[in-house]
């Protein structure tokens, strides 16, 4: 199938003169302004533009800041037609985006050439992008994997808490849905709210599993567990940016902090929490009312929902509680859909 290429230019002589040229060896598209393009360009995907700098309307940077705003164009290989010879000019195209630039009137040879080889650097481009976001596929699966098998080990040390982990993911999915979240942001919150209690690692089984209520001392070793959690993740992902890797950091220190700045370990308050730990915050503590522990029985959903919504259990988000009311139902029905 041939290449397409859109070729926008006010004046018509270039415009023919283009097309014939390019005509045998690609589908050469002509409009004479930057409107017609953006026209042509909402329903069609040209593999290369031929932008015409000075153009009346909208000129060809104009054009080209357009296309570089917006996501289904960004990737387009531009370049652009000038009669302008100045290094000024020269140095623009490229700083805008541009691929490359030709020279009007256009020696045919050089014009094919620098077509193709645009063409064909943009191809690799494509190719790499395309190894790379199998890869990132990859390492994502690991990721996860591995998320998991941390998740239930945690777990594993007590079997009160045999899948409280899952839960609290599931749940805390729940609540970023209700408030809009992307897929994206949905995801890294539920493979990270797993991690919550990672920290729970360095905390001894006389504390964890002691079947009556802590000593204000071993209370105190129990609430480190937030911050062994985030300084062991802070270590793994130090070097690595993006959301996921601050979630987990959040998350792990701040899922027990209280809107009204009564929870640990740094007492924040209302919105200085950060919004993935108020989320988890809720979760967890709706999971461990409905959850059978060592050192209690299990409330019922309706009872753990109204402790929670009356402030029973500490304060929370309101925004995060209104969202607790609308998946109330959802949240009823966790345990019997994730089977743990």
Known sequence: MKKIILIVDDDRLTLSTAQKLLEGEYKAVAVNSGKQAFKYLERHMPDLILLDINMPEIGGFEVMATLQKDARWCKIPVIFLTADRSAETEIECFRVGACDYISKPFEPNIMLSRIRSTIELD????DLQRRLDEKTKEMERITIQAIMTVANTVDAKDDYTKGHSMRVAAYA???????GWSDEEIQNIYYVA??????KI???????LKPGRLTNEEFEIMKTHTTIGCDLLEKSYRDRAGEFYRYCYDICRHHHERWDGRGYPDHLVGDDIPISAQIVAVADVYDALVSPRVYKSSFTKTKAYEMIVN?????FSPDILECFRLAKEDFFNIMEVIGV
Request: proline share 0%; with cysteine.
């Open 202 to 208: 360095g905390i001894s089984d006389a504390i964890l």
């Open 173 to 179: 999915e729940l609540l970023a849905q209700r408030l």
């Open 194 to 199: 797993m991690l919550h209690d990672v920290g």
């Open 311 to 315: 402030g029973e259990c500490g304060q």
């Open 123 to 126: 191809g690799y481009r494509k």
